[in-house]
């Protein structure tokens, strides 16, 4: 490990760990570095910086490490439900969220996103994700020590917390961009810039437009270099130059820095975009998987506790690339979104019909092994329908039809629709890109109570769980935005504020509603009836044969999703109804019990209601 160059490794944990983990590290430098003459210079900084950081880690983060070293696994256990919120929209500040730790509790959270909370460009920022620092707190929301001191609390009630590593940009106005301007050239090449807007076109007809309609193109012009500035999101968020080694060893020390904070999950944000190379639609490359496990390689040898999560919007099976597979297979991400599962569910809950999403759940790889999926039905972000193309499915189909007719659908445009969504960054002549909504207002929530309509309320009220029980039990951890387990509606006055700048998906990023809080224990309510079907599932998951189980894809009706799973002499059935309709599924033969209700299911049949999810259990007793 080049130790003449590190220095002394002290004897015990850290040294055992470099000797573990230092030879993936070197392999993937290698893949980014490998060809420079100082290659070794590189390997042995970034080996200073783990050190450093190892020696600085808490005490009781050291016991962390120890306990998840025994137990790798321990976040692909069945009882894992996440939970992701802003913290100001969700409680005010970081220290407040500590007095919201009961609410998690209660709802069976053990796992906490907090959106970005660093400090972040004033006015635009993309909700935060335009990072000023990646050593500061945003002022209004606390400080470093606030942020330890919550990350202590909620370790001491069994609650993991996750953090975004802003990984791909930084915000025009951050310390690196503000030194680039003064005419530092150390800092100009923190950053991807070319010197004329030709170069520019060199790239452009191979690269996406990410926000076509209020960001079109992927350079900015910036007159203090007098170049143009790589910008894949807005023109106020610069794109890293990971082919410069100085900015890995800052995105290395700042992740490290936030994990000795109480981080215990970093969630890569944009990491199909981390590499770019002309000719090329500079995503998903090699390097961008390069840079992901020497990062993978540093959290194991100075932080082992902490896990690497992919924000990757890609099919699946690119998806499972983040994973680590082959070569890479447990040296990369330990957690990914599970898109593709998030948007076939929604297009199936369109099209009253489920067999596309049994396709694409019959094809999705397996996760490697300690590695797992996070299952989601909404999140912070919009619904994007680009992933809805050739690998989300096994057959061949009209991929741009089905695009265009969810993004109808979803945005109230469709005769039979039933939601109050919005469409979100299309423009003429540009690919549907997606919707904006919260869960309950996508499931018709919104529409009904604005007629009053009892009827449609309690149709509302079964998709918003149909759609939850398909999430968490496909496996993995289970995430819920927040508000979803109250039903709580769109919040288009807060989308319209000036500050947002027309940003659509500020409507299903509202405040938290408290008030609607205090009705999950009014019996009738919507709140409580979303609420404790949110809960009931929660606590009935823990004992679903669920882990890293493959699951099984069953034939039946077309409207019907058939997932089975089975592990320890238990076999687990969900049956989803996703027509309006009610409908009969057949039984395997045995003994069956509904692990919501515990009733028994002892018939060759089941008749599910429209809109009705049910999970069965068969076997030993947990």
Not at 57 to 70: G, K, N, Q, Y
Not at 196 to 216: G, I, R
Not at 427 to 443: R, W
Request: charged share 20%; net charge negative.
């Amino acid at each position: 490990m080049a130790s003449e160059e590190v220095g002394a490794l002290p004897d015990g944990p850290f040294e055992q760990r470099a000797d573990q983990f230092g030879p993936d590290l070197r392999r993937a430098l290698q893949a980014l570095y490998g060809a420079r003459g100082d290659f070794e210079a590189i390997l042995a900084r970034l080996m200073c910086i783990a050190q450093s950081a190892s020696a600085e880690r808490p005490s009781e983060l050291r016991a962390l490490d120890r306990a998840r070293a025994r137990d790798p696994d321990w976040f692909l256990t069945p009882d894992r439900i996440g939970y992701s919120c802003y913290v100001d929209r969700f409680a005010g500040d970081l220290r407040a969220i500590g007095g919201r730790i009961d609410y998690l509790r209660e709802l069976g959270v053990n796992y906490l996103h907090l959106l970005p909370f660093l400090k972040m460009r004033p006015g635009q920022n993309d909700g935060g994700f335009a990072v000023s620092s990646y050593r500061e707190v945003e002022p209004a929301l606390g400080d470093m020590a606030d942020l330890a001191q919550l990350a202590g609390q909620l370790r001491a009630a069994g609650i993991s917390l996750c953090a975004d590593l802003l990984c791909n940009h930084t915000s025009d106005d951050h310390e690196w961009a503000l030194r680039a301007k003064a005419g530092e050239a150390p800092f100009r090449a923190y950053y991807l810039t070319v010197e004329t807007e030709a170069e520019t076109q060199e790239f452009e007809p191979h690269l996406s437009q990410v926000f076509a309609a209020s960001a079109p193109g992927n350079f900015t012009y910036c007159p203090q270099l007098r170049r143009w500035v790589w910008t894949t999101f807005y023109p106020y968020q610069w794109d890293l130059n990971y082919a410069n080694p100085a900015v890995l060893q800052e995105m290395a020390a700042a992740m490290l820095n936030l994990a000795n904070h109480g981080v215990e999950v970093f969630r890569l944000d944009s990491a199909p975009f981390l590499w770019k190379q002309k000719g090329s639609d500079c995503q998903n490359l090699p390097q961008a998987h390069a840079i992901i496990q020497a990062l993978r390689a540093l959290a194991a040898i100075a932080a082992p506790a902490v896990l690497l999560k992919a924000e990757a919007i890609v099919p699946a099976a690119q998806l499972v690339d983040y994973l680590g597979i082959g070569p890479s297979a447990g040296k990369e991400c330990h957690l990914a979104y599970n898109t593709n599962l998030m948007t076939l569910q929604w297009a199936a809950l369109a099209r009253g019909n489920a067999e596309l999403l049994a396709e694409g759940l019959a094809a999705m790889p397996r996760p490697p092994e300690h590695t797992g999926w996070l299952s989601y039905v909404r999140c912070h972000d919009d619904i994007g329908w680009g992933v809805l193309r050739a690998g989300s499915a096994s057959k061949q189909r009209d991929w741009a039809a089905l695009r265009s007719f969810v993004s109808q659908f979803y945005a109230g445009e469709s005769e039979n629709s039933f939601d109050s969504g919005a469409v979100f960054e299309v423009t003429k002549g540009q690919a549907v890109h997606g919707t904006s909504g919260s869960l309950a207002s996508l499931c018709g929530l919104e529409r009904a109570q604005m007629k009053e309509d009892r009827g449609e309320i309690d149709l509302a009220v079964r998709r918003i769980l149909l759609m939850t029980a398909v999430s968490m039990a496909f496996g993995g951890i289970a995430l819920i935005n927040m508000g979803d387990e109250l039903g709580q509606l769109n919040h288009a006055e807060f989308a319209r504020a000036p500050r947002f700048d027309g940003d659509g998906r500020w409507l299903h990023r509202g405040p938290m509603d408290w008030n609607l809080a205090a009705q999950r224990h009014e019996p009738g309510s919507v709140a409580a009836r979303v609420f404790s079907g949110f809960q009931a599932m929660a606590k009935a998951r823990a004992i679903l044969p669920l882990a890293n189980a493959p699951a099984r894809i069953e034939a039946g009706p077309p409207s019907v999703l058939r997932l089975c799973h089975g592990q320890n002499g238990q076999q687990f059935l969900l049956l989803a109804n996703f027509s309006s309709l009610p409908t009969q599924a057949d039984l395997p033969a045995g003994r069956w019990r509904d692990a919501l209700s515990q009733e028994s299911a002892l018939h060759d049949s089941i008749n599910l209601e429209g809109y009705a999810a049910r999970w069965l259990l068969q076997g030993s007793e947990p």
